[in-house]
């Protein structure tokens, strides 16, 4: 009755449909989300070496700071609504790199501020990116547990 | 009503007035000067989004009875829809106004199933005015079907743009010298198992089809004996398809085919295959063809609102989207 391979299902019509249907420009777009994803990475190494050296932050500090900055320039840019112009041109090159992880933050929390401050900002604050969150932990705890079983093990130090 | 579901309206039901609001980017399109009302803020002063669709279908509507100097009481029914879950805008919109309401849901072919039941109340002699109108609004819908509007993510280029507009029609008893609705066919649902959600046009086509092919055997009429046959919101690519669809059932759409999706836009940002949404067909119709059916440049002409009657829910489901599309036929009286 419904949804794919059922009775309504018309495979001349479908194939007709993707045959008409206009394809994605792959070179075009893999290098648009290439250069703009290399350019965000880029100024990350830059926040990196300004906050080392004026500020003398080193590892995780270091990390954790640079990432900060990011964020916060992402969420600004949300704000005032160029990210998702950069999103357009670059696609995945600006949704990869932690700047795209703060702007499907963002973005939501804006959008539903209209239904309040608790039951929508923050409640949809992570329609986008929970599944992002979710994946995140049970991936860190998966690598956890491989990282203790074969340090049992002996195989790493 | 003869060859189910398509009626003829003996009585001659006019469309005797046609009011549109639209959104900015509308303003700009090649169609900008024919619109009633051109907003340059598409919030049209509320706080919300939803709150301006709202708006904009009740001054729409408002505008409409004042232009004919009639008063709420002279209108027996307001028959409206939109997109919103509960078809919000339309209700709330129809508290303003001392009229009986009547909600309609057929997602983009609203308008349609709208002017037909507003023209059937007239010709069964159960009503002396009722408003047929329909809604849409780009940030609504966006956010209901899609993702945030700030968010940075690629439009595929089969997508189409929901239109911001309102569209309002009087439909009244027959007056000579007005655009008659002679006939109407209500469409069938049909999937053909479309599954991308972005590909709007692909899932109505089928139904377009189905309705345009009805229409024309239970009216006896062929392609030709119409000005213009115009579809809702196919867009480029369902209007192409909706083409290939027709030829081979012998029908050739060609020469006087146009869908208001194509009309709309000047494609120069991400509207890709053109307009789409309750507002779309709604807004183009009132504006650009309603007046040359008034000043006869049109002669006759077929209104195909389509509409894809998928929720977020249906489709997040692995459901295809079915389609159905509604026709009425509309035409300069004789006499």
């Known amino acids: ?157 | 009503m003869t060859d189910k579901g398509t009626l003829f309206f003996k009585n001659k039901p006019v469309i005797k007035s046609a009011f549109t609001i639209v959104g900015p980017k509308e303003s700009q399109s090649e169609l900008g000067k024919f619109f009633d009302i051109c907003l340059k803020d598409d919030r049209y002063g509320e706080s919300s989004y939803e709150k301006a669709e709202c708006k904009m279908l009740t001054m729409s509507m408002k505008r409409l009875i004042e232009r004919q100097k009639l008063k709420d009481s002279d209108v027996d029914a307001i028959i409206s829809g939109d997109l919103l879950n509960q078809i919000i805008s339309a209700s709330f919109s129809a508290r303003d106004f001392e009229t009986p309401f009547l909600g309609v849901y057929n997602a983009c072919a609203s308008i349609c199933e709208a002017l037909t039941l507003g023209a059937t109340l007239i010709d069964g002699n159960y009503a002396k005015n009722t408003v047929c109108s329909a809604v849409s609004h780009f940030a609504t819908a966006e956010r209901q079907y899609r993702y945030p509007l700030e968010l940075g993510a690629i439009r595929p280029a089969q997508a189409q743009w929901t239109v911001t507009g309102a569209g309002s029609y009087l439909v009244s008893e027959h007056l000579s010298g007005y655009p008659v609705i002679s006939s109407a066919t209500i469409g069938r649902v049909i999937d053909f198992g479309i599954t991308d959600v972005n590909n709007m046009g692909a899932a109505m086509a089928p139904a377009a089809c189905s309705t345009i092919t009805r229409h024309l055997r239970a009216t006896n009429t062929t392609t030709s004996d119409y000005d213009l046959i115009v579809t809702g919101d196919l867009g480029a690519l369902g209007s192409r398809l909706l083409k290939e669809l027709a030829k081979k059932q012998g029908l050739d759409l060609e020469p006087n085919h146009v869908d208001c999706g194509e009309l709309i836009y000047n494609i120069d940002e991400d509207e890709f295959q053109g307009g789409s949404g309750a507002g779309c067909s709604s807004v183009v119709f009132a504006s650009y063809l309603y007046p040359m059916l008034k000043s006869k440049k049109i002669k006759k002409l077929l209104l195909v609102a389509t509409g894809a009657l998928l929720s977020t829910l249906s489709s997040q489901q692995g459901e295809s989207i079915p389609g159905v599309a509604h026709a009425i036929t509309v035409e300069c009286s004789n006499d």
Not at chain 1, 19 to 42: Q, Y
Not at chain 1, 89 to 111: D, L, Q, R
């Open chain 1, 1 to 157: 009755m419904t949804g794919k391979n059922n009775a309504n299902f018309n495979k001349e019509y479908v194939e007709l449909v993707s045959k008409l249907t206009p394809k994605t420009n792959e070179p075009k777009t893999l290098f648009h989300a290439f250069w703009v994803g290399g350019f965000i990475c880029m100024i990350g190494q830059f926040i990196k070496i300004v906050l080392s050296s004026a500020f003398g932050l080193y590892g995780d500090n270091l990390a954790g700071a640079t990432s900060m900055v990011l964020i916060f320039l992402s969420a600004l840019l949300t704000g005032l609504g160029v990210y998702d112009r950069i999103g357009k041109y670059a696609g995945g090159g600006s949704i990869v790199p932690i700047t795209g992880f703060a702007n499907s933050v963002v973005s939501p929390a804006m959008e539903f501020k209209s239904e309040g401050f608790v039951y929508g900002l923050s409640a949809k604050m992570f329609t986008v990116a929970g599944p992002i969150i979710v994946f995140g932990v049970i991936g860190s705890v998966a690598t956890g547990l491989i990282y203790y079983v074969l340090g049992l093990l002996g195989v790493i130090a």
